[in-house]
Nanobody
Framework: QVQLVESGGGLVQSGGSLGLSCAAS????????MGWYRQAPGKQRELVAS???????NYAGSVKGRFTISRDNAKNTVYLQMNSLKPEDTAVYYC???????????????WGKGTLVTVSS
């Protein structure tokens, strides 16, 4: 079974920075794409940023230029550096691993439990 464990959430003032990390563990052979989603109270979960195993990235328009996603394929870990944070960035941030191949499964999608990011004004 694959597990995703996020870390790095917390409280930060508007304009500040915060870094998130997510490590995938289990009998993993490869992961196609890893990414971060967020869900604010009363809103739907939305994509924040994603990165493929080859390093291609995709960002939501609202975070482009402020957030940076990166990945360590050898460690099955994805990072999200968040700068110039705004109160509207407040949400639970979820790690996602898509197209995961393990010793017994192929192409499965996994989610972390989420980490809360709160940006105060």
């Amino acid at each position: 079974q694959v597990q995703l464990v996020e870390s790095g959430g917390g409280l930060v003032q508007s304009g500040g920075s915060l870094g998130l990390s997510c490590a995938a563990s289990g009998s993993i052979i490869s992961i196609n794409a890893m990414g971060w989603y967020r869900q604010a109270p009363g809103k739907q979960r939305e994509l924040v940023a994603s990165i493929t195993s080859g390093g291609s990235t995709n960002y939501a328009g609202s975070v482009k230029g402020r957030f940076t996603i990166s990945r360590d394929n050898a460690k099955n870990t994805v990072y999200l550096q968040m700068n110039s944070l705004k109160p509207e960035d407040t949400a639970v941030y979820y790690c996602n691993a898509d197209g995961v191949t393990t010793t017994i499964n192929y192409g499965v999608n996994y989610w972390g439990k989420g980490t809360l990011v709160t940006v105060s004004s």
